[in-house]
């Protein structure tokens, strides 16, 4: 899959920040932030069954599931006070919700960089996304198998 072939919901994410300025899409990274989706019930008490990812900066844990019809859904917590973190967590949970496992492991390892970001975040904090979405590709290779 290439960059011209990304699922729906990552290509939209992608085209509402290539639409906007530098500086405006460091406020839509603040609102993917507010918008990270609460976890479900059945991990809010177990900490134990989520992966740190440890190349980000700040303290980022996801999980994935893979359900019986090879659907993948991504879970994450991330700090309030990192909010460039917790958006790019925020961006994955989003657009991965849902999609097929075969889905996310074609995904290009490069699509953090191609949200225009480059020029706003530092390159750590861009290695940090990549870096989650590496965790989560392998978690569905697990999980799929």
Do not use: W
């Not at 700090?79 to 973190?85: K, Y």
């Not at 994955?92 to 390892?109: H, K, N, R």
């Amino acid at each position: 899959m290439d960059a011209t072939e990304l699922p729906d919901s990552l290509a939209e994410i992608r085209d509402d920040f290539l639409d906007l300025e530098v500086k405006e899409r460091l406020q839509l990274l603040l609102e993917f932030s507010n918008e990270l989706p609460e976890l479900p019930e059945r991990y809010r008490d177990h900490p134990d069954l989520f992966e740190r990812v440890e190349e980000c900066q700040s303290p980022i844990f996801i999980v994935v599931e893979v359900d019986a019809d090879s659907a993948v859904h991504l879970f994450a917590t991330a700090p309030a006070e990192a909010p460039t973190t917790r958006g790019f967590a925020s961006i994955l949970v989003q657009g991965i919700e849902g999609l097929s496992a075969s889905q996310v492991l074609e995904l290009a390892d490069d699509y953090p960089s191609m949200l225009g970001l480059t020029a706003a975040v530092s390159p750590l904090r861009i290695r940090g996304m990549t870096a989650m979405l590496a965790r989560i590709k392998r978690q569905v290779r697990e999980r799929a198998a």
